[in-house]
């Protein structure tokens, strides 16, 4: 059995739904944002290099998105996009990211984006489950909630 410290610590749906009200609209407008920017970032590494990168135009965009998501989700449990947004990533502790949750996190979302059905079956997740959890949230135990006030849970 688990200790009571090692208990979930999220906000429960049913008696707590404030947190994960639209969470799931608001993570696609975050998304949108989020690419636009990294398009942008990608851009100028395109111009900076004189168009060399654009040989390897998917690596590099793979590499900018992956290195922009790790960094902004370990820095303040969410992307530009998600802070927009008024969202946040938690552990299942309750906790903000750390670099290793970033990292996690980073490399389920990098490899369901890479399979259409894996991605829209996280999608659905999303839509479906209490928590709006999409797949490599489910595999984590991670949250996406409305970035509570303090002390709010």
Known sequence: ???????????????????YAGVTFKRGMAWIFDTILIALITAVIVVLT????????????????????????????????????????????????DLGHALLHTLGYTLSVGTLLVQLGSVFLMMLSPRGQGLTDHVLGTVAINRPRAGAF
């Not at 059995?1 to 947190?19: C, G, V």
């Not at 960094?71 to 309750?94: D, E, V």
């Open 1 to 19: 059995m688990f200790a009571q410290t090692d208990l979930p610590r999220l906000p429960d749906p049913y008696s707590q739904p404030e947190f």
């Open 50 to 97: 004189l168009g060399v990168s654009l040989f390897i135009l998917p690596v590099v965009y793979l590499g900018v998105s992956f290195l922009y998501r790790v960094f902004t989700l370990a820095g303040r449990s969410a992307t530009p996009g998600m802070r927009l947004m008024n969202i946040q990533f938690l552990t299942r502790y309750g906790e903000t990211f």
